[in-house]
Structure formats: C-alpha cells, structure tokens
C-alpha cells in the first residue's frame, strides 16, 4: 500500500502511505520462479502457471516470502490436481489500477498465465482516483486476464480495511476512508460478476486486527502472515472447486 496527495477530499496533502523495509519491490517470486523479465519454463501437467496482480497486499509488504498470501495459496493446494505454481508476482506497494494497466498488464505475454488473482483498490481510493475512472480501470485489467486465462480461471480478492491497524488512522480520517474502501469493494465485485469472475471477499476478516495485533505485521500497517493465512483459508476452497471444473 502506498499514498499519495489526493485534491478536493478529505485526503488532502496527506503523507504517501509507503512503509517499505527497504526499496520498493516490483517483483518478488519464491524460489524457483521466474521474474516479468525472465524466460518462463514449460508448463507443467497438472500444475497451472499462476499469476498474482495486485498492490502491497499481494507483494506482501513487511511479511517474509512464504508469508505472503499468493505463496500461502500454492501451499494450500499443494497435492491437488491441478495444483499452481507462482509464476509471477508484478505487484508492486503503492499502486492502482492505473499502475496495473500500465506496468502489470505487459506482463502478462511473456508470464502466459493460466490462472490469475487480482486485489487492487486501497491506492485508487488514497489517490483519489475517481469511482467511475476504478470501475473501467478494473473492466480493463479484467478483460486482460479473461484474454489470457479465461473468467473461469481468475479471482479477485477485495480491499482489505487498514484504518483499523495502529498506523492507520495517519493516512486519513478513517470513517470516510472505511467507507470508500467498501464503496470500492462493491464496486470491485460487480465489474467481476460482470464477467463471470468469482470474488473472494475477505474485508470482514482484516477487521480483526483491530482487537487481534497479532494479524497486523510490524510495520504497524499492512496485514501479518497470519492475516494472509486467514485469508488463505477462505480462499483456497474457492480456487479449489474452481480448478475442478
């Protein structure tokens, strides 16, 4: 997650929400895969090349590695049939969806996704990106992944509330900002059942960080390995019913 200057809200010359240990990370993939620049390997039988688009909560921001939840994913369904293998993890903290069109998007070719997962939304609502311009920045991005993997091998994942976590009341007042994080969610969700894109809404869940500081990492802002596992866990039986078919 990462803010910046919003105009004619009340967001307004708020600092840039970017807690990085280090420099930003455009891509981090476990052992083994490949980065956006890379050669991707062969497919596979049996294992789907798996693609995560996203923000600071899919590149996972102040958790390890295998902490991050695209990681946790391949780990929960491991032994299934077909199983995935994170081939690439674009995502970059700090971004929208117009960061997505313009930098994960082109991606996409060389990675040759066969499965995808896309949660984007915190930054557009720091940034002010306007509802109408998220609603086709996310038909955009959406068709793109329906182009590469089909509707019925994508799932979004929604915004999780960060204005619960003990840094989060520094980036805005975090009634409005609660409430634009749910507007962007349902808006997150029909320009997915639109096309036939299932959604996996795990907004309750970060929630409980708020009396449970366990789930938030150590930035004090974005969500603990263990928030990413609770989401795992209600993920993992949709991409497995999913994979079925």
Same mark, same amino acid.
């Given at each position: ?81 077909? %199983?995935? +293998?994170?081939? &690439?993890?674009?995502? #970059?903290?700090? !971004? ?5 069109? =313009? /930098? ?86 029909? %320009?997915? +059942?639109?096309? &036939?894109?299932?959604? #996996?809404?795990? !907004? ?5 960080? =708020? /009396? ?34």
């Amino acid at each position: 997650m990462n803010g910046g200057e919003s105009s004619g809200d009340t967001l307004a010359m708020r600092p840039r929400l970017t807690l990085v240990l280090g420099a930003l990370v455009a891509s981090c993939m476990p052992a083994g895969s490949i980065g956006p620049s890379g050669s991707p390997g062969p497919s596979s039988a049996g294992v789907l090349r798996y693609v995560a688009l996203g923000d600071s909560y899919t590149i996972g921001t102040s958790v390890r590695e295998a902490e991050r939840w695209p990681d946790q994913l391949v780990a929960a369904l491991h032994g299934t049939s077909p %199983a995935l +293998a994170l081939v &690439g993890n674009p995502a #970059v903290n700090g !971004y929208t969806t117009r960061d997505v069109i =313009a /930098d994960e998007l082109p991606q996409l070719d060389g990675l040759r996704p066969e499965f995808a997962t896309l949660l984007i939304g915190v930054n557009d609502v720091i940034q002010g990106v306007s509802e109408d311009e998220y609603r086709r920045n996310l038909g955009q991005i959406f068709d793109a992944l329906i182009s590469h993997a089909g509707e019925n091998r994508i799932v979004g994942v929604t915004t999780p509330d960060y204005t619960v976590t003990p840094a989060g009341a520094d980036y805005g007042d975090p009634t409005s900002v609660s409430a634009a994080i749910q507007r962007y969610n349902a808006i997150f969700t029909d %320009a997915a +059942a639109a096309r &036939g894109i299932a959604v #996996v809404d795990i !907004y309750d869940l970060s929630l409980l960080a =708020a /009396d449970d500081r366990s789930l938030v990492a150590g930035d004090g802002l974005h969500p603990s390995g263990a928030q990413y596992a609770l989401w795992v866990e209600r993920i993992a039986p949709v991409v497995e019913e999913m994979l079925r078919r």
